[in-house]
């Protein structure tokens, strides 16, 4: 509790440090902030390209399918790959100056997470293009991405922190993240896989559940496996707090194994 | 009174590995070898207690390695107590590593606020303190620039700001007041003054002892990790020199930085610290101060007011000291010293102990230092100036053995030793 309470007379801290992100990321840039929009839809057009010139397939409105997936992935695997590194890259500070370590992987999520949010507009265009009718099924989408932000949190927690004791875990992860990125439906129905490996993936891979979901409400329009779902933010909720103990108890000595 | 700081057997244990596995793949390796081998433990501090009243100003001195900022990083929670405890009542601020978190691309405006969130503070109270931060850094426009094109005062400038503006109610410095200008520094220990006045408690850790003497209560003496001594500062400070001044006779070797600190120690202090001849050897001329108030030259002159530098014993010497001080001076002190050529230190008088009060100085003058007669007896001598503030602690201008002059026999015959002491001799014979 005392550490919550010390986090929150900290908020002006991860505010600051979202922003200082978000400057970094897009200043040096011709297009700047128009990245985050632009960048989607060349990705939903190489995927479009390759699965539907390329080695066509019977998915309607290919382009929809892939980005309701594609973006909240990209939303996962780069908060991932950012907070591995967060304790780490910040050893400078760490260093010098007390502050709740957990503010660094924290802002990274966030800073992710503001990117996310300014490409949902580029989602809704190509819905709206698209002619997408969404239901009122899609007022679940806070709600997914809060279960998603939850659980990632829980993810970079662990993960910063192991980086600090072994640096290969940021090697590590590029390749695990890899195969996470073909082990969830991104790309494929869930109906395409051999039903016991479809259903072995919603048991081991939050991921799978979540990304499914946002395809269901978005581009489907029907109602996502809510017992799933349930199941899902439980195990995310699991994550965060598991993450939160371990970084608590190692954070400690983050000051000289930096 | 509240207690703003303790210790409780404090000890903090780093451990060195040589060869540690950073990677899986060197656990792997290590656990097939079982090489332990490479692990060493090394003890920054050993159940260390001590408590620190509220609004007192403790000063922790030590030989490098003591584990004086440790000390301080164990306060700011950057390390965590291998075993023991600290107990910290009210807030902390420390300027151990002014600016951390600076970014260079940003401007100086973006940097304070986001190195005072660094420091805890929250958006509205950096937005009132801004405008005071500004005014203490004197950037002015520079505000608006990025950081990368600050000198580095400027940045130390603008980090020292930001620190002392979090009002803390204990304040931890760590040498920073050796960084920056003559200037910045006298403006930062103005500060600290000001902390000190409101009742702020202030842990300093430093190796300058003239600061420490001057800004503390009491002091730890801090070696190897464990306290050596605790107490009032003058006494803490004269046995932690004895015990160098020991250690270096020892080794035969005197770093020059703690040489020059005893020598201008002397000076302060203003009297002769008796040196076993062994010890007297001569040294070269060397100078130091911050010069708000400069000595220009020193002249000697004979009895009848020319220039000379040859004195006989028993006649009248003077030495004037020209000086011009750059500002208003309050409270000045000066003080000469003599040595002989074999650098035996024959006298160090200032007028503060002789009881001469200069009320201030200003603009260009001269001060007299007049000896009539003169017991020196024949020799060569070397002469020191220096003008102090009135704790005799802040060097202004120290001329150490800059000047020197003669002394050659006169009316008295005595050519044995230092000085002519005057006397007489009774003979009786018989009973």
């Given at each position: 509790m005392e550490r919550l309470r010390e986090l929150i007379r900290y908020r002006e801290l991860v505010r600051n440090l979202v922003a200082r992100d978000l400057k970094a990321r897009y200043k040096s840039s011709v297009l700047g902030f128009l990245w985050c929009l632009v960048n989607p839809l060349l990705m939903m057009a190489v995927f479009t390209v390759v699965f539907t010139?390329?080695?066509?397939?019977?998915?309607?409105k290919f382009p929809v399918f892939i980005l309701c997936a594609l973006l909240p992935w990209n939303l996962f695997s780069s908060t991932v790959m950012g907070s591995v590194g967060s304790i780490v890259d910040n050893a400078h500070l760490i260093k010098k100056v007390y502050f709740p370590r957990e503010v660094l992987p924290i802002s990274t999520v966030l800073s992710n997470l503001v990117n996310f949010l300014l490409a949902l507009v580029v989602l809704f265009a190509v819905l709206f293009a698209f002619r997408v009718r969404l239901t009122p099924?899609?007022?679940l989408l806070p709600a997914l991405i809060l279960i998603q932000v939850i659980f990632t949190l829980g993810l970079s927690l662990i993960l910063s922190t192991l980086n600090v004791f072994y640096r290969d875990t940021g090697i590590i992860m590029e390749t695990v993240m890899l195969a996470w990125f073909f082990l969830t439906p991104i790309f494929y129905r869930m109906e395409d896989l051999v039903p016991r490996y479809a259903r072995l993936m919603y048991w081991v891979n939050p991921m799978a559940s979540i990304i499914s979901s946002y395809r269901v409400i978005l581009y489907s329009g029907a109602s996502p496996a809510l017992d799933f779902l349930a199941r899902t933010f439980v195990t995310a909720l699991a994550f965060l707090v598991a993450g939160y103990l371990f970084f608590g108890r190692y954070s400690r000595v983050f000051g000289e194994e930096v | 009174m509240a207690t703003a700081l303790g210790f409780e057997k404090v000890s903090k244990r780093f451990i060195i590995h040589?060869?540690?596995?950073?990677s899986f793949q060197e656990l792997t390796v290590g656990f097939f070898k079982r090489n332990n081998a490479s692990r060493e433990e090394l003890?920054?501090?050993?159940?260390v207690s001590f408590a620190v009243e509220r609004g007192q100003t403790l000063g922790i001195i030590g030989p490098n390695g003591s584990g004086k900022s440790t000390s301080l990083k164990l306060i700011t929670r950057i390390l965590e107590p291998t075993s023991g405890g600290i107990a910290v009542n009210g807030k902390v601020s420390a300027?151990?590593?002014?600016?951390?978190?600076?970014?260079?691309?940003?401007t100086g405006r973006d940097n304070v606020f986001l190195n005072g969130s660094i420091l805890g503070m929250g958006r509205r109270e950096m937005k009132q303190k801004f405008d005071e931060i500004v005014e203490f850094t004197e950037l002015g426009r520079f505000?608006?620039?990025?950081?990368?094109?600050?000198s580095s005062g400027m940045q130390m400038r603008l980090g020292f700001a930001i620190a002392t503006s979090v009002d803390p109610d204990i304040l931890l410095i760590d040498e920073v007041l050796a960084v920056g200008d003559e200037a910045f520094q006298r403006k930062c220990l103005r500060r600290i003054g000001d902390f000190r006045r409101r009742g702020k408690t202030i842990v300093f850790v430093s190796h300058g002892l003239d600061v420490v003497r001057e800004l503390c209560s009491e002091v730890i003496w801090l070696d190897g990790g464990v306290v050596r001594g605790r107490g009032g500062a003058d006494e803490v400070i004269a046995q932690y020199l004895r015990d160098i001044g020991e250690e270096a006779s020892l080794e035969q070797a005197i770093q020059s930085e703690e040489a020059e600190q005893m020598a201008a120690v002397e000076e302060e202090v203003g009297q002769a610290v008796e040196e076993p001849p062994a010890e007297a050897a001569p040294q070269p001329p060397s100078r130091w101060g911050s010069r708000e108030v400069e000595i220009t030259r020193v002249e000697f002159l004979d009895g009848r007011g020319n220039p000379c530098d040859t004195f006989r014993t028993g006649e009248r010497m003077l030495a004037r000291v020209h000086y011009v001080a750059h500002q208003r001076i309050e409270r000045p002190v000066f003080g000469v010293a003599i040595y002989r050529s074999d650098g035996i230190h024959v006298s160090g008088p200032n007028t503060k102990a002789s009881d001469y009060e200069i009320d201030y100085l200003e603009g260009e003058g001269s001060i007299d230092y007049i000896v009539e007669p003169l017991p020196l007896l024949e020799g060569e001598y070397q002469f020191s100036a220096a003008v102090y503030d009135y704790p005799c602690t802040r060097p202004y201008d120290h001329h150490e053995r800059m000047y020197s002059f003669e002394v050659r026999q006169g009316r008295v015959k005595d050519a044995y030793g230092v000085f002519y002491i005057p006397c007489e001799w009774r003979l009786r014979r018989g009973n």
């Open positions: 010139v390329l080695m066509p397939n019977d998915i309607e099924w899609a007022l | 040589h060869q540690r596995p950073r003890w920054a501090l050993r159940d300027l151990i590593e002014l600016g951390a978190g600076f970014h260079p691309d940003l505000i608006d620039m990025p950081l990368k094109h600050y």
